[in-house]
């Protein structure tokens, strides 16, 4: 396990530190973090990165591969546009945590903040906590597994993600509808939360049975295919 | 004799509304929608535009060059600001950012193609990058739009700049649309999207508000790509003064302004016709503020919107541009509404070089299409050529300005080589009106 620390470091001379030490083979230990911005970002060889502390905006965007655990709380956009590897964070994420991933996985064990899964295309996205405003907004694909309570407008125009709560939904949003769960959904949330989350926690939430799931209505998929013929004449 | 057939019948068209407006409200009251298309704008009622200026060539008190031969450099360099590979071109002309979905395959490598050979650049579109643009590409510009469709870090690594587009002048401050005809299914794909929805992009970036979020984004654009490419900051043409100032501050080594004529696959008509302020005055005021941040000529200016030829571009250029993209009019290099096929044109509902239905997905001339064959209308090398004659041309034209002022560089052009031809133009570019010695309103 190799050390770094980034005190004295300029966030440039850190990831490229992260980076060379990923590409020898060494799982890294990042002390001092300081909740800096751009931590982790585009870390694209695979390995273990953890960040001793809590983190800044953008912690883990855009990474591939990589496994990352952040011993703290992160700010805005943690993992964004992530296309495969692993985000857990042991504290609370901030807005738009999972922004437009398009895979892996990201495991807030706390709460996560506002627009949580925002236009993620695909991956999943695990909060033990409770999720903040317009979480789900635009989601094209993935889970999103919140396990406590959502805030307003939870899922408004989604296109494909299917979402699960375990607390209480504030309100929809447009074109968001809670839906029938079924035996296979029970036995991937089952299986989710048990890879992702310690048993400790895992005893203390809902039952996968009691899990509410959210889908789009598609009502806002498409305009009315009446209205087709017109606009194709309204010229 | 009766009077019917004594007096002349008058028929008065109300200047409220004309046959236009009537047509609209009545569409509007049977579809209960605003109207989408694509093109641009179709006002008829004229704003200060690039015609509106001079240039005031050389005569005694200045000494042109040979306008056919004494050298005129157009190399451009941009993005020296921070990045450790700036891109350095053969023009100063560049293709926009337009995607592959709203244009067909064929369009898409044939305008890589076509800019690859005269030496200038490429820019992706919402979507992503295709292999076969990026291939085909020698200077490839890799946008980061609000959607985040297919959003790719490797993709981003293998750009020479990255685009980070907060808005577009056909549309500033809200996304763009791509009609259910087509999300076809490899587009589907591309974009992570239900086969045949009416895509909606997004207005706003979902990691990001306002432009203090915006100088970390493009740090971590920069830790990205290593530092190594340039950051381009696009905006759509609406507070330009400030938008550039915060766009300067928040670390873009270029900025990019599209002016209202700036064109779109497909958006609300609306937007086209009454949003954002004009490509020539943008201009203007992008220049003025990178003037009082002292940073006119570190961050460079690029101009988008409506430019049509060498004559607008060496304009902007004069005004303070140091490069130039094009859209529409590499698109009507590829063919857009030449009158080919004319009988599909008729099938629209409308004719060659009236055409602006890219948003149905049946272009005629197989450009803003995502149907096989349709798109087989467009061979790709022979459309490629097309691109690269025009933009040799608009060069050529740049050129010929350029020398005419006595200009060994296109880039030195300048404000005193125009003389503005209406007041308005005067008082928006601070150049003399004609035949005066005075800028209007000062």
């Known amino acids: 396990m190799a050390k770094l620390t980034c005190e004295g470091r300029t966030i440039r001379e850190i990831n490229a530190e992260i980076r060379r030490l990923l590409k020898d083979g060494e799982a890294v230990t990042v002390s001092s973090p300081g909740a800096r911005h751009n931590l982790g970002v585009a870390l694209l060889e695979s390995g273990d990165v953890l960040f001793d502390g809590s983190v800044g905006y953008y912690c ?6 990589v496994k990352v655990r952040i011993k703290g709380s992160a700010g805005w956009g943690l993992a964004e546009s992530m296309l495969s590897g692993e985000v857990i964070v042991e504290g609370n994420a901030g807005n738009s945590a999972g922004a437009a991933i398009r895979g892996g996985a990201l495991v807030v064990q706390g709460d996560s903040g506002a627009r949580t899964g925002v236009s993620m295309k695909n991956g999943l996205i695990i909060v033990t906590g409770s999720c903040g405003y317009m979480s789900g ?62 048993a400790s926690v895992c005893a203390n939430l809902p039952d996968g049975g009691d899990f509410k799931k959210v889908v789009s209505d598609r009502k806002l998929w498409n305009f009315k295919k009446s209205e087709w013929k017109t606009w194709e004449q309204a010229l | 004799m009766s009077e019917s057939s004594s007096t002349p019948r008058v028929l008065q068209k109300s200047g409220i509304f004309s046959s236009s407006v009537i047509e609209d409200i009545q569409t509007k009251a049977e579809s209960g929608i605003y109207r989408i298309r694509g093109y641009g704008t179709l006002r008829e009622r004229r704003w200060a535009t690039f015609d509106d200026l001079t240039f005031l060539p050389c005569s005694l008190t200045r000494i042109p060059l040979e306008g056919y031969r004494e050298k005129c ?39 890589a193609k076509g800019a690859s050979e005269i030496g200038s650049s490429n820019t992706t579109g919402d979507g992503g990058m295709m292999a076969a643009e990026r291939e085909n590409s020698k200077t490839l510009i890799y946008e980061v739009l609000p959607s985040r469709y297919g959003i790719n870090v490797h993709h981003m690594r293998m750009s020479d700049g990255i685009e980070l587009t907060i808005g577009q002048g056909a549309k500033p401050g809200t ?3 791509l009609l259910e005809t087509k999300v076809s299914d490899e587009i589907s794909k591309q974009r992570e999207l239900p086969v045949g929805v009416d895509q909606r992009s997004p207005a706003r970036h979902p990691d990001m508000l306002g432009p203090d979020d915006m100088i970390i984004k493009i740090e971590e654009l920069r830790e990205a790509t290593g530092w190594q490419v340039p950051i381009f ?16 501050k928040a670390g873009a080594d270029m900025v990019v302004v599209d002016g ?96 602006h239905h890219c948003h149905t997905g049946q272009c005629p001339v197989g450009v803003t299409t995502q149907d096989p064959e349709l798109m087989k209308r467009l061979p790709i090398d022979e459309a490629a050529e097309r691109v690269t004659n025009l933009l040799r041309a608009m060069t050529l034209e740049i050129q010929m300005l350029a020398r005419s002022c006595g200009k060994s560089d296109v880039h030195h052009l300048e404000p005193e080589d125009m003389a503005a031809l209406t007041p308005e133009a005067s008082a928006i570019c601070k150049v003399p ?10």
């Open chain 2, 260 to 355: 209202m004529e700036g064109g779109t696959g497909a958006s609300p008509a609306i937007f086209q016709d009454h949003t954002g302020i004009p490509t020539l005055a943008a201009v203007c005021e992008a220049r003025a503020a990178l003037e009082d941040m002292g940073l006119y000529g570190k961050v460079q200016l690029i101009i988008a919107g409506g430019i049509r030829d060498g004559v607008d571009a060496a304009k902007a250029m004069a005004l303070g541009a140091d490069a130039i993209y094009i859209g529409t009019a590499a698109l009507i290099a590829l063919n857009c509404n030449r009158p080919l096929y004319v009988d599909d044109y008729h099938k629209l509902g409308t004719e060659p070089h009236f055409c």
């Open chain 2, 433 to 442: 009106l004609a035949g005066t010695r005075r800028v209007w309103g000062s």
């Open chain 2, 175 to 177: 996304g763009g649309l």
């Open chain 1, 60 to 65: 883990a965007g855009l990474i591939d591969g």
């Open chain 1, 137 to 198: 907004f635009m989601g094209q694909g993935g889970k999103m597994i919140i396990c406590g309570d959502a805030a307003e407008a939870f899922g408004d125009s989604m296109y494909e993600t299917i979402c699960f709560v375990g607390g209480e939904i504030a309100d929809l949003g447009n074109d968001a509808i809670v839906a029938e769960s079924t035996d296979e959904d029970k036995q991937f949330l089952d299986a989710s939360l048990t890879r992702y989350l310690p």
């Open chain 2, 233 to 248: 900051v696009k905006l759509g043409a609406s507070r330009v003064y400030d938008d550039v100032k915060l766009a300067a």
């Open chain 2, 73 to 111: 450099s157009t190399k451009t360099v941009l993005g020296s600001r921070f990045a450790e590979k700036p891109i350095e071109l053969d023009i100063p002309v560049m293709i926009t950012g337009m995607s592959w979905g709203a244009l067909s395959y064929n369009a898409k490598v044939a305008l």
